[in-house]
């Protein structure tokens, strides 16, 4: 009997090495690795013409709206955009309308998901008001819990450390991560405050009250918590020498924290939101050259565990306003993140390694997706094949997302995602989504 799929000659990296060879696939689990001549017969057959097989992509970090904000985006438009930036799974955040902040509500927003996504989904949730509520919602699938600092979403007292060892105390024993925005709320908006009273509202306002000691300060307290309760931390979108220090000092001290780095804080600066204006406005907002060059030191070195999108799309004109502080902060990124970041590894500064290590086998590790972010026989099929030569430039008037706009519109770029599989399914073939129906499961979901 043939096999369903075989992807051949093209490069896979095998122990540190990269070889040509191939991929046999059968009811959406890889079920051999090797050479053209000694992969099974198969019903559908792929030359992937030298270019590089990698595992498919994770994004940790993504708000697919739906719900009551489908007028931002939908499943359907997120996943599609997933996979033709060639992402093959993606977590959605819980910050939603309504917030997904308890088994029933994950529940609702894994059965709006259901038949919709042309990726793998796993879904995150906000803390629930109760600390007993955490381990059903653990059962129901979450795959990690979210902590806003800027402000309360979901049922946890953000200002009482005691209701966050609580919390914490609760996911260290469901062996569950916490993963933090860490914007210090206190801090922020007495700065905010003082700035709005003396009439400041444009950019450079916005810069002073998300400072970088605003991260490092939240950080810090989020440690607090980690030593008393041993919670496994992953520090979302670190954007500062002051955020990532305070981090490694945690690292450096065995506790159990990772953390991430958006393309953004890696490829802009405060300058180029001067330059760009709102539309590059994020939360916690890009930084001054040097920050940008620690954060790529630290990457580098391997000390900054995961690349992530923070793909955030708002309506475009959520993204203009008077003043700085009606401006809703974010854009889309899920087709931009991984052609930035091959970019990047054509000019030198990561390498492909890298990136199966930075958006495949940490976030698979960190976030326990068993059975993802590596090619191996037993694995599913989840793969995503990039051609490191192709040269195109952003064209955000074609994004499959909702929100058509980017302040990488327009970069000339070199390496593309060509082919992205969910399960063994094709979803994306050279920029076209040509899935017939949604290949893309929902992570965790117990029926």
């Given at each position: 009997m043939p096999v369903d799929l075989a992807i051949y000659n093209g490069k896979i990296s095998i122990q540190n090495a990269y070889i040509t060879a191939g991929i046999a696939v059968n009811e959406g689990k890889i079920v051999k690795i090797a050479k053209k001549t000694n992969l099974p017969s198969a019903s559908e057959k792929i030359d992937a013409q030298g270019k590089?097989?990698?595992?498919?992509?994770?994004?940790?970090?993504?708000?697919?709206?739906?719900?009551?904000q489908a007028y931002e985006e939908t499943f359907t438009t997120g996943t599609a955009a997933a996979a033709a930036g060639g992402i093959v799974l993606c977590a959605d955040m819980p910050n939603n309308e309504p917030v997904t902040m308890d088994a029933e509500s994950l529940k609702e927003r894994m059965?709006?998901?259901?038949?919709?996504?042309?990726?793998?989904?796993?879904?995150?949730?906000?803390?629930?008001?109760?600390?007993?509520e955490i381990s059903r919602i653990v059962d129901q699938g979450a795959v990690g819990f979210k902590l806003f600092m800027t402000k309360q979403i979901g049922g946890v007292d953000i200002d009482s450390d005691d209701a966050l060892e609580k919390a914490f105390q609760q996911t260290q024993k469901s062996q569950i991560p916490v993963a933090v925005h860490a914007e210090d709320k206190t801090l922020l908006e007495s700065v905010k405050k003082e700035l709005k009273r003396i009439g400041?509202?444009?950019?450079?306002?916005?810069?002073?009250?998300?400072?970088?000691?605003?991260?490092?300060?939240?950080?810090?307290?989020?440690?607090?918590?980690?030593?008393k309760t041993k919670a496994q931390v992953h520090f979302c979108h670190i954007?500062?020498?002051?955020?990532?220090?305070?981090?490694?000092?945690?690292?450096?001290?065995?506790?159990?924290?990772?953390?991430?780095?958006?393309?953004?804080?890696?490829?802009?600066?405060?300058?180029?939101?001067k330059r760009y204006g709102t539309i590059a406005l994020c939360d916690p907002p890009?930084?001054?050259?040097?920050?940008?060059?620690?954060?790529?030191?630290?990457?580098?070195?391997?000390?900054?565990?995961?690349?992530?999108?923070d793909h955030a799309p708002h309506l475009f004109e959520e993204k203009k306003a008077e003043s700085i502080w009606d401006v809703k902060p974010g854009f889309p990124s899920l087709e931009t993140i991984v052609p930035?970041?091959?970019?990047?590894?054509?000019?030198?500064?990561?390498?492909?390694?890298?990136?199966?290590?930075?958006?495949?086998?940490?976030?698979?590790?960190?976030?326990?997706?068993?059975?993802?972010?590596h090619l191996e026989k037993g694995y599913n099929a989840?793969?995503?094949?990039?051609?490191m030569h192709r040269e195109h430039r952003i064209d955000a008037s074609?994004?499959?997302?909702?929100?058509?706009y980017s302040p990488f519109d327009g970069w000339k770029l070199k390496g593309k995602p060509i082919k992205t599989f969910a399960n063994g399914q094709l979803m994306m073939d050279d920029g076209e989504i040509v899935a017939k129906h949604s290949a893309g499961q929902i992570i965790g979901w117990k029926h």
């Open positions: 590089f097989i990698l595992p498919g992509l994770i994004d940790v970090h993504t708000h697919l709206r739906d719900q009551k059965q709006a998901a259901s038949g919709r996504v042309l990726i793998n989904v796993a879904f995150y949730s906000a803390f629930p008001t109760s600390s007993q400041q509202k444009g950019i450079d306002a916005y810069l002073k009250a998300h400072s970088p000691l605003v991260e490092e300060k939240a950080i810090n307290r989020i440690l607090g918590l980690i030593e954007s500062s020498k002051l955020g990532l220090d305070a981090i490694l000092r945690g690292k450096n001290a065995g506790l159990p924290v990772s953390c991430e780095v958006t393309a953004h804080h890696l490829l802009l600066s405060s300058s180029d939101l890009v930084r001054g050259k040097e920050d940008v060059e620690v954060l790529w030191e630290a990457l580098g070195n391997g000390l900054i565990d995961i690349i992530a999108s930035l970041i091959l970019n990047e590894i054509n000019k030198g500064r990561l390498s492909i390694a890298d990136l199966i290590r930075l958006m495949a086998e940490k976030p698979a590790e960190i976030f326990h997706l068993d059975g993802r972010g989840d793969i995503t094949i990039v051609d074609k994004f499959y997302s909702k929100a058509k």
